[in-house]
């Protein structure tokens, strides 16, 4: 259903996003696990207990990930992974989060030096590079 939702909001706002072929797609999400450590195909990886995350509780946190994003592009994706989108900015992922009802979602580079989630116990939970910026708000 949320597949749904993202597919829709990016319609009708007129972002300019891709959904990564399949294998885009693996070849993401094993980058992923390589270099942060996280497997995002499971269920809530940040649940899963780990040194390597931080997570802190914020209502707002669907409007700020794209502040982190900013003008680098950035992967999207919902628990699974199972379609992956490219958008061009953070300023795209606002727009299509702004149209979309509330869901748990995931961000990262395409080079994975760091993963944003905002869960749906209003919680940011980052890893790696974002591990800073997450800790500070």
């Excluded at 693996?26 to 997570?55: K, M, N, Q, Y």
């Excluded at 003008?71 to 999207?76: D, I, Q, T, V, Y």
């Excluded at 953070?90 to 989630?117: H, I, K, Q, T």
Aim: glycine share 8%; with cysteine.
């Amino acid at each position: 259903m949320n597949f749904d939702h993202i597919c829709s909001a990016i319609a009708s706002t007129g972002v300019q996003a891709a959904v990564l072929s399949e294998a885009e797609r693996r070849s993401a999400v094993i980058r992923v696990l390589e270099r942060l450590g996280v497997d995002v195909t499971g269920r809530a990886p940040w649940d899963r207990a780990s040194s390597s995350s931080e997570g802190r509780h914020r209502p707002d946190g669907w409007e700020l990930i794209p502040k982190y994003v900013g003008m680098s592009r950035c992967l999207m994706f919902l628990e699974g992974a199972g379609s992956i989108w490219k958008l061009a900015c953070g300023v795209d992922l606002l727009r299509v989060l702004e149209d979309c009802p509330p869901f748990e979602f995931y961000v990262c580079d395409e080079e994975a030096s760091y993963l944003l989630c905002c869960n749906h116990h209003d919680f940011i939970v980052g890893w790696g590079a974002a591990l800073p910026w997450v800790a500070r708000c």
